[in-house]
């Protein structure tokens, strides 16, 4: 899911008519103390990071004046928020609060719904979860027939709500569900929808996530990387996403660990794993002999020989790393020889380039013997020392990574 920080989700709100309180998104206490002064009002600073619970981690806090803003502003940046660093804080006009109300849609996956579930509660600015079930307008919505403007009037009215804010609030859920089916959303919420003392009804806080796989329909939305990815990615990132977003079959995934001024230090190894687990081995095999990753990757769910080749030639473009190690440390049911064509034909072009290179190649599973024969007519007529074992080392984070380090120091000392 690609997740949205409460300015993103806010700014879709806007785009669909749905009222958002007057804010500016600001990175410095400078900054804040100049939003205030233009809002020239009491104002909510709130951290900008996708996670809920904010008010309760002390991410959420109240100034009265520019100064008060310039250090609440100065408290929360660079705070930790369910692991998350704050780097953005928005500072937004205070709203008058009334009552709080909650509004969400999320895709239900249980086999009878399979679809968007509306909800709509009169008891917001709480955990929704912690809100008894008989005090929730609940609503699994038809996504061929749509929603009618009566069914959001009826969800409010359920909930005993009356008066003028009524129309205004099933407006708004009717818009929320609307711009949840448009960005193909798998969470779209308000919580607290707030009703203001003046008797304005208004989105104080917004939780939005998109579909993954519907990201290329959304452009305009800027997400480089349709998959769980908290760090801004780097040019590597990025060229490792792109293999996944052209081809399907199978996954990869690929992520830089350290810089390439940290690699040309020495010590760091190109790292390819062949599965969750087997990457997991793999990596304690290379910290257990004092080696760093210079990048996470791992080939898996019956990967064609194509993506595993571009997977290995990014692997082989990091300068300064002191070997490629195959951690296939797992018997894996995929027909393995595919990953030993990829494997072949993108070192065949990339060790000549590093004469005396260490490759340590640990592959194990189905056509294991087939794919073993592939690597060892492909690679043995290379000046490189490359090492290749099988189920025998299954598991063997000690014997591999040994191997690994014995080839590393080898290749050190003949430099
Ligand atoms: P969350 O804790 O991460 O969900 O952050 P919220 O944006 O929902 O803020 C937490 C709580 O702070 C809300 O439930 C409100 O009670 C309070 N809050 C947020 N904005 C305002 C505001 O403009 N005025 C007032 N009085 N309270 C606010
Ligand atoms: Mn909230």
């Known amino acids: ?95 008058d609060i009334a009552q709080e109300f909650y509004a969400g849609v999320v895709i239900n996956s249980a086999k009878d719904v ?36 009566y069914d959001t009037l009826n969800m409010v009215v359920s909930m005993g709500v009356k008066g003028k804010q009524l129309r205004q609030l099933a407006d708004i859920l009717y818009k929320l569900y609307q711009r949840f089916r448009e960005l193909d959303c798998r969470t779209l919420e308000i919580n607290p929808l707030v009703l203001t003392r003046e008797g304005k009804v208004l989105a104080a806080d917004c939780r939005m996530a998109v579909d993954d796989q519907a990201l290329f329909r959304h452009p305009e939305l800027g997400i480089k990387i349709g998959r769980e990815f908290m760090k801004e ?22 992520a830089e660990m350290a810089s390439p001024e940290q690699v040309r230090q020495g010590g760091y190894v190109g790292f390819h794993g062949i599965g969750g687990g087997a990457a997991m081995l793999g990596m304690d095999a290379v910290n257990k002999f004092d080696l760093q990753v210079a990048n996470f990757a791992d080939t898996s769910g019956n990967p064609t020989a194509s993506k595993v080749y571009r997977v290995v030639k990014l692997i082989m473009s990091q300068p300064g790393i002191e070997g490629y190690f195959l951690a296939g440390f797992m018997m894996a049911n995929q027909e393995q020889w595919h990953h030993a064509h990829g494997i072949v ?10 004469p005396g290179f260490p490759v340590v190649l640990l592959l194990c599973g189905n056509k294991e013997k087939e794919s073993h024969e592939i690597l060892h007519e492909g690679l043995s007529d290379l000046d490189a020392r490359v090492e290749i074992y099988g189920r025998e080392h299954v598991y063997d984070s000690q014997f591999v990574g040994g191997r690994l380090r014995a080839l590393v120091d080898e290749y050190r000392q003949s430099k």
């Open 233 to 254: 990615p780097t040019e590597f990132d990025l060229i490792g996403w792109s293999f996944e977003e052209s081809d399907f079959r199978g996954t990869s995934y690929v």
């Open 345 to 354: 034909k993108a070192l065949r072009e990339e060790l000549p380039k590093r």
């Open 114 to 149: 399979r679809g968007p579930v509306l909800m709509f509660s009169p008891d917001g600015g709480v955990d929704i979860e912690s809100v008894p079930r008989e005090r929730i307008a609940v609503l699994n919505v038809d996504v061929i027939k749509g929603l009618m403007p």
């Open 1 to 95: 899911m690609a997740k949205f920080k409460e300015y993103q989700g806010k700014e879709q709100f806007k785009k669909a008519g749905i009222p958002i309180p007057e804010s500016r998104v600001v990175s410095s206490p400078q900054e804040a103390q100049k939003a205030m002064e233009d809002l020239g009002r009491p104002v909510v600073i709130k951290a900008q990071v996708w996670a809920g619970g904010r008010g309760k981690a002390g991410a959420v806090k109240f100034a009265k004046t520019p100064e008060e803003a310039f250090k609440v502003a100065g408290e929360i940046l660079g705070m930790e928020v369910k692991g998350l660093e704050v780097k953005e804080v928005l500072v937004e006009e205070k709203l």
